[in-house]
């Protein structure tokens, strides 16, 4: 594994006992903010279906860049959600990235002290779990490494949102806080392959989305004490298939 | 892949201008992909082949091979967390392994398991480096013990070199970045295919590597992106039963 950086790290020192998804994003900023040496950073939801809604911003500079690409319908952020594809510009005064969006960048040259903006989607395959929006005051771009560091943390991220929404809510007792469940999802287990085919099955055996699905094998393993990747691999193999668990599926509602 | 009929020439330029012909603005980084382990496969005379790139945490993902058991045998050192393809990666230099068997003391704990139901005996690693900097492996199996001649590995690094290529846009390697997001974007689509192909499976019974075939195939007759279609079948916005009835 390469070298973790220092946003990466400020991340994996985040207690799993967090149970509420405001307070989550309000550490994963604190922990962009220290790793990568920005000014300020502000975690938003932001899809097609879902109201936009911040979570957290760190200040009330981050806080005008939210609502700003939400009213105007561009920006640094809004790109992100949409395409996928990390947005990393690094001086809003002059063209570059910022052509994309003019009229929002003239809106924080014109409101705000800010002038280098970075958008890292939060994502696990098409489930979009929010955006992270981090700001300096001077138009320096991230170093190599610390773009490597910034993709690494917002994979982490990404991971421990899908964590706490994919919490059966019954199984957030002392057990988890303790830690004999106490882990976030990891990226060394969340990126196998079968993890993802099995919750492909699992939308299609029970008709719901992919984090509902995977809410579901979660909730499987923790009940019957089994790793979450022995019981992927268990309905790849159609050894298990979530259409006869009512009672198992039960429990996670 | 059908093996199309020519000399070797013929069909190496063929499969360069048929990716090249891929390479527009709006390509599909997976199809691509995948299509290259195809020509790879081919062309080399190998039995399978798979792609496997670095996410950013710089563990290895496996993104695009031939068939399943390409994928598991690639898997297989990714959870020993040993074997050619990783050293191929971490040294950014081909590792050729003309007999698995006599490799056991290299990386006991992949052969050992690969032994177990032996299905591949020889595996060239060829690395996808971008200045200096190795971002993933090609890797060409076969079912017996095999040495490749040398003017099949520049080959197969010539088709490395193409991978490297299609993953970070020509656009990027122009502005002299080596783009992360790239790689990023990659690795999301194979994530959004894996869940599509078991999505696909469950809903018509299929194997993965038929489900991973008829989305492609529809990919490909309804002039769509793979991780386009893929994405369609996760949310629900495209039906399976579209995909796998002809």
Not at chain 1, 163 to 175: N, S
Not at chain 2, 132 to 152: E, R
Request: glycine share 6%; aromatic share 4%.
């Amino acid at each position: 594994m390469a070298e973790r950086g220092a946003a990466t790290r400020a991340l994996l020192a985040i207690a799993r006992d967090v149970t509420d998804d405001h307070e989550l994003a309000r550490l994963i900023c604190r922990a962009f903010v220290d790793g990568l040496g920005v000014d300020g950073a502000a975690l938003s939801l932001l899809t097609a279906s879902v109201a936009r809604h911040t979570l957290h911003a760190t200040d009330a500079t981050a806080q005008v860049l939210e609502e700003l690409q939400f009213t105007l319908n561009e920006g640094a952020c809004i790109e992100a959600a949409t395409t996928g594809i990390p947005v990393f510009a690094a001086d809003l005064g002059h063209g570059g990235e910022a052509a994309r969006w003019p009229v929002f960048a003239a809106a924080v040259l014109e409101q705000t002290d800010v002038r280098a903006v970075f958008a890292l989607p939060l994502q696990w395959g098409s489930t979009n779990l929010g955006v992270l929006d981090l700001y300096r005051r001077v138009p320096v771009g991230l170093g190599d490494e610390q773009r490597r560091d910034a993709l690494a943390a917002a994979d982490t991220a990404a991971l421990m949102m899908l964590t706490l929404r994919t919490d059966p809510d019954t199984l957030i007792t002392p057990a988890v806080r303790d830690g004999r469940h106490g882990s976030w999802l990891e990226p060394v287990v969340a990126s196998r392959a079968e993890v993802h085919q099995a919750t492909g099955m699992v939308m299609a055996q029970l008709e719901l989305d992919a984090a509902d699905a995977l809410a579901r094998i979660r909730a499987h393993a923790f009940a019957n004490q089994r790793l979450l990747i022995e019981v992927a691999r268990d309905v790849v193999a159609r050894n298990l298939d979530f259409t006869d668990q009512d009672d198992v599926a039960d429990e996670t509602m | 892949m059908n093996q199309p009929s020519g000399s070797r020439e013929q069909l190496l330029a063929r499969a360069f201008v048929s990716l090249a012909d891929t390479l527009v603005d709006d390509y599909d980084v997976i199809e691509l992909l995948t299509r290259l382990v195809d020509y790879s496969v081919g062309l080399l005379a190998a039995d399978a082949g798979g792609i496997m790139l670095a996410d950013p945490h710089g563990l290895l993902q496996v993104v695009a091979t031939s068939n399943e058991n390409a994928r598991l045998i690639e898997l297989m050192q990714l959870q020993n967390d040993q074997g050619p393809c990783l050293d191929c990666f971490h040294g950014g230099a081909p590792v050729n392994v003309a007999d698995l068997v006599e490799a056991a003391d290299q990386w006991p704990r992949f052969v050992a398991a690969a032994m177990h139901r032996p299905v591949f005996r020889a595996v060239h690693a060829l690395p996808l480096r971008l200045r200096g900097q190795a971002i993933g492996a090609l890797n060409l199996w076969h079912h017996q013990p095999n040495s490749m001649p040398a003017q099949d590995l520049a080959i197969g690094q010539a088709l490395a070199d193409v991978a490297t290529i299609a993953i970070m846009q020509e656009r990027a390697i122009r502005r002299g970045e080596v783009l992360n997001e790239q790689l990023q974007a990659a690795l999301t689509s194979r994530v959004i295919i894996e869940q599509a192909k078991g999505l696909l499976a469950q809903h018509a019974r299929l194997s993965m590597d038929q489900a991973f075939e008829s989305m492609r195939r529809y990919a490909r007759s309804h002039n769509q992106r793979l991780a386009d279609v893929a994405r369609g079948l996760t949310e629900r916005a495209l039906h399976p039963d579209a995909i796998v009835t002809p």
